[in-house]
């Protein structure tokens, strides 16, 4: 079974479809939404081991430009 996890993103005003566009070139990326509420953007990662999941959220994820803030939250 392989690790995923949920990536509730918040982005910078007028960001949001620069980041989703960003977001689905991704590989490990399995699907994300622009969703209404406290958040701007869901994002699910998907990959071999947790620690691969760590490396496609810090790595890639936290560079993109326009990302506020992120909450990450592991499927157990």
Request: glycine content about 6%; some cysteine.
């Given at each position: 079974?392989?690790?995923?996890?949920?990536?509730?993103?918040?982005?910078?005003?007028?960001?949001?479809?620069?980041?989703?566009?960003?977001?689905?070139?991704?590989?490990?990326?399995e699907?994300?939404?622009?969703?209404?509420?406290?958040?701007?953007?869901i994002?699910?990662?998907?990959?071999?081991?947790?620690?691969?999941?760590?490396?496609?959220?810090?790595?890639?994820?936290?560079?993109?430009?326009?990302?506020?803030?992120?909450?990450?939250?592991?499927?157990?």
């Open positions: 079974m392989k690790a995923r996890a949920y990536v509730l993103v918040e982005t910078a005003v007028g960001k949001t479809k620069a980041v989703v566009t960003s977001l689905r070139k991704m590989e490990g990326i699907s994300v939404d622009t969703v209404t509420g406290p958040y701007d953007v994002a699910v990662v998907e990959a071999d081991t947790l620690n691969e999941v760590g490396d496609i959220i810090t790595a890639q994820i936290h560079t993109i430009d326009g990302i506020s803030r992120t909450v990450t939250c592991l499927v157990v």
